[in-house]
């Protein structure tokens, strides 16, 4: 073994060069994945800090016990609890202080007219609390608001709208509200929940523009008496609340806020840079396998002597191991180094651009120190394990002969094998994408079409050379022949240098062909759906914004130049036991903006009782024209609805449609999400964009796009992770 050693030590010092490309590939690969789980510990640290400092005066919560989650969403949408309850909780023994907490949406304008935030990350707006323990917002300058129109906003928000203390603004609720700011606030030490914003109103504003009927809170906040927990006070809690309501700790609270606000981004962001650190550890396994491949066939007659002189396999196979093992380790542990470089360089940088994460010291554990280490070794040995075996295999004769060609990756039986995947990937493709919509199906292709190129890249590599470089011959004489002959002495060492190149190739190509065809399919949704000129739309990137006051499609429907407007609003109602978002607007003005396809039945005779649902969904719940649904909304109100007209095209239109008389008794905060307008005839699109400009300025100055600026705003958040 020490022979090994000497062997693998003289090596490294006469092939520097040549590892130096596989020590990079190694630490950059370890440096992403490092710097990624470090960066996802330091966040997850940084906001369960922020969230559990802002909720420590709160030791339980009590709540609707019941939540109507849609289709795509992680959090459900609750009825709120009557403030009256808060007499009863009052009354329970350990109960020092309880509060109603007001919840709702609040889009605050910045003093350049334009909204502040709402493209993700949700604006709210509630009651100031003036119990410091129970309010999660501390003033950092001014004062609480104690009149009508005032508020306190916390300090992120006024920094980035560019508002101070005494100026005077509008607030989206959605309906427009003149407000003044008379004070500042912070939210476990930060200026703000990141990008989410806040503004504080006084309860009787609250009451006024962000609940459906008077008496309705989100929640209570309770703190506890000295000497009584958090379990304890929900223990005494419970027996007093009706059926449909519950109590939870505060920390419980607190954790499900900070999933609500960071989990499903963190999640995002943290795989989306797993998925590179894979990437770029896929690409180093060539780049290792090609550098030790040519280290062994420089060292074929080397090796050969060595095995003349009565060198083992063993020993020559483990010298090369040895000599993998030497690289891997310190380019490993240098990848942690870096590691934390990225992590620190990307915790300054998202503050920079506009996404300030809560500040904190680099939380580096155990796991995400151990992890890359480990992968980055691994990785490192298993690529060099076969170019090490077949050193071993070197014959003793070998240092009596010139280096042989090595054809063995051209061989017949590899272009079949790698014919038969091409085929079984394509096969695996197309079902899951054309035959049989399945995501597994189609990522199973896409991995066998990885494998298949990669089997077929040495026996396509050698026909590649030869027609590539015919011409370098007449045109480099002798070194365009000595090219060409060298690439094609072994083709797997060429295919496996074109295949790194061919992955990140392949990347590149992945993510530009995917985000044009789904900024494509946008395009077509809206020009095949949406047939009106303009549209007023809200933030549709998340879950951020206020929406739109639900009086803004009259305001514009009044005027001369327009001949239809129609807004789109949401509700949210379990629709025979399953949670579906409800588009809440006028049907007959919908039929005649929006292109809903073939209609079975009479969108004019929905009424308050009658819903219209998509040819999709009525095949999923077995329904058709004149049959019952039965949905029961977030009031806990069960209703039974007949089912008057199915239509074909859902795209803009969602897949369940009432009316606004119908949705009134069970709303809460009421907005319009979208506002589609016709013009009427002879009306110029200019003038009839500049028209709905003026009457769209009074309600918080939303955005008017025509349909084409529309369809292209749609797909901003494609811009966005095409950017990243």
């Known amino acids: 073994m020490n ?100 919840q709702g949406a609040g889009q605050l304008v910045g003093a350049n007219g334009e909204p502040i935030g709402g493209q993700g990350p949700p604006t709210l707006a509630g009651n100031w609390i003036t119990d410091p323990e ?124 900070n999933e609500m606000i960071s989990g499903q981004f963190l999640s995002v962001f943290t795989l989306f840079l797993l998925v590179f650190s894979g990437v770029a550890l896929l690409v180093a396994t060539f780049s290792i396998h090609n550098t030790f491949a040519i280290v062994v066939a420089q060292r074929t007659r080397e090796n050969a002597l060595l095995r003349a002189l009565g060198a083992s396999r063993r020993q020559v196979t483990g010298a090369a191991l040895v000599e993998a093992g030497v690289v891997a380790v310190t380019a490993s542990l240098a990848g942690l180094a870096g590691g934390i470089g990225i992590a620190a360089g990307l915790q300054a940088l998202f503050p920079a651009i506009g996404f300030p994460f809560p500040e904190g010291d680099l939380v580096v554990t155990g796991l995400s120190m151990a992890l890359p280490l480990a992968v980055g070794i691994v990785v490192c040995l298993g690529s060099a394990l076969l170019p090490a075996v077949r050193a071993g295999r070197t014959a003793p004769l070998a240092a009596l002969r010139e280096t042989a060609v090595d054809t063995s990756g051209a061989s017949r039986p590899r272009a079949i094998a790698g014919t038969a995947l091409v085929a079984l990937a394509l096969a695996c493709a197309l079902a899951g994408v054309l035959v049989s919509p399945s995501i597994w199906l189609a990522g199973t292709g896409a991995v066998l079409a990885l494998v ?181 909304f977030t009031d806990g109100t069960k209703e039974t609805f007949t089912v008057r007209a199915v239509y074909g095209r859902s795209e803009l239109a969602g897949d369940y449609v009432i009316t606004r008389a119908a949705w009134a008794p069970h709303r809460t905060q009421d907005s319009d999400t979208l506002v589609a307008v016709t013009f009427a005839d002879g009306v110029s699109t200019d003038a009839g964009t500049a028209a709905v400009e003026k009457a769209a300025a009074p309600y918080g100055n939303p955005e008017v796009q025509t349909r084409d600026a529309y369809a292209q705003s749609s797909a901003g958040g494609i811009d966005m992770m095409l950017t990243l």
């Open 452 to 632: 298949a190129f990669v089997v077929l890249g040495p026996v396509a590599s050698s026909t590649a050379v030869r027609v590539l470089g015919g011409p370098l011959a007449r045109l480099r004489g002798v070194t365009g022949a000595l090219a060409r002959r060298n690439a094609l002495r072994s083709p797997k060492r060429t295919a496996a240098t074109a295949s790194a190149l061919m992955i990140g190739v392949a990347v590149v190509s992945l993510f530009t062909v995917f985000g044009a065809s789904l900024k494509a399919t946008m395009d077509q949704t809206v020009s095949r759906s949406f047939a009106g000129d303009v549209a007023v739309s809200a933030p549709s990137f998340g879950a951020g914004g206020s929406g739109l006051s639900p009086r803004l499609a009259g305001a514009i429907q009044d005027l001369p130049e327009v001949d239809t407007a129609v807004g789109l609003g949401r509700g949210v109602a379990e629709v025979d036991g399953e949670g579906r978002a409800l588009t809440v607007t006028d049907p007959v003005a919908l039929a005649r903006t929006f292109d809903l396809g073939t209609v079975d039945g009479s969108l004019r005779r929905l009424g308050t009782d009658g819903i219209a649902v998509t040819e999709k969904e009525a095949d999923r719940q077995h329904l058709t024209t004149g049959d019952r649904a039965h949905l029961t």
């Open 3 to 102: 022979a090994s050693v000497r062997l693998s030590a003289s090596s490294l010092r006469a092939h520097r060069r040549r590892f130096a490309g596989t020590f990079l590939a190694v630490f950059l690969g370890v440096a992403f994945l490092a710097g990624t789980l470090v960066m996802g510990d330091t966040l997850r640290a940084s906001f369960d800090s922020m969230f559990g400092d802002a909720a420590g005066g709160t030791d339980a919560v009590v709540r609707s016990a019941d939540a109507i989650t849609t289709p795509g969403e992680s959090q459900g949408v609750r009825q709120p609890v009557a403030t009256d309850l808060v007499r009863t909780v009052e009354k329970v023994p350990g109960v020092a202080a309880a509060v109603p907490n007001v």
């Open 134 to 257: 129970l309010n999660p917002y501390r003033l950092a300058e001014g004062r609480a608001p104690q009149k009508s129109g005032e508020v306190v906003v916390n300090r992120g928000a006024a920094e980035k709208g560019g508002l101070t203390i005494g100026d005077t603004t509008t607030l989206r609720t959605p309906d427009p509200v003149r407000v003044t700011i008379v004070g500042l606030a912070t939210f476990g030490g930060e200026d703000g929940m990141a990008q989410v914003t806040f503004t504080g109103m006084t309860m009787t504003d609250t009451q006024k523009y962000l609940t459906a009927r008077p008496g309705e809170a989100a929640t209570i906040q309770v703190r506890a008496g000295p000497g009584v927990t958090q379990r304890e006070l929900v223990d005494r809690l419970t027996p007093v609340l009706p059926q449909d309501v519950e109590a939870i700790t505060g920390q419980e609270s607190a954790e499900e806020n």
